[in-house]
């Protein structure tokens, strides 16, 4: 009997150290990681907008895709929407930053994070890949299906389909986020 209670004791400690050093080394890391994090959303926020300047973000509640939106500002008017959409994919949610004309037609695509299989599903990094989705949306439907592709590129995304389908369908949700009258006025 004291023997279980000697080895409980034990493992209490052993649980009790292992448990106090992961909570200082996540007390330690988890800042570093934030910074990060935005660091990364400016750098790509960046490369979506090229010389002109992208507002402060606003946070979007009610919507399920569309998770904030940030105006692109020229000339001190908006000229377009970068939006932080959220697709879901074969391994889980897929980032997207995506910048729409005013008339819901996508400019630029950038893939920022996912959980896709290596290989195919990882194809969706590939700026490539995206361009498939460029100049579509507002009168040009987004390619929701394989059947919408030219031939090349629907074998393309074969073994991939539920990654395009994510995908398309989270900038398709961008699309009629912009021309559905859903950003606040006093974003612009």
Do not use: H
């Not at 991939?160 to 699309?175: D, H, N, P, R, Y």
Request: with cysteine; aromatic share 6%; glycine share 12%.
């Amino acid at each position: 009997m004291k023997s279980i209670f000697t080895s409980g004791g034990k493992l209490f400690l052993i649980c009790s150290v292992a448990a106090l050093t992961l909570g200082i080394i996540n007390a330690i890391t988890a800042p570093v990681i934030a910074g990060r994090k935005v660091l990364e959303l400016n750098m790509a926020l960046t490369s979506l907008t090229g010389e002109l300047q992208a507002a402060e973000g606003v946070t979007v509640e009610e919507e399920s895709v569309v998770k904030a939106y940030y105006p692109v500002i020229r000339a001190g008017k908006v000229e377009s929407y970068i939006l932080q959409l959220s697709g879901s994919g074969y391994g889980g949610d897929m980032k997207i930053l995506s910048r729409y004309k005013l008339d819901g037609k996508i400019i630029s695509v950038k893939m920022m994070d996912n959980l896709e299989t290596p290989g195919l599903g990882k194809k969706s990094e590939n700026p490539e890949y995206m361009k498939k989705f460029i100049s579509t949306g507002s009168s040009d439907p987004v390619p929701v299906r394989k059947d919408m592709l030219e031939q090349s590129e629907a074998e393309a995304i074969t073994g991939a389909t539920i990654t395009f389908i994510g995908v398309a369908k989270a900038l398709e949700e961008g699309s009629r986020f912009i021309t559905g009258g859903r950003i606040l006025k006093g974003g612009e």
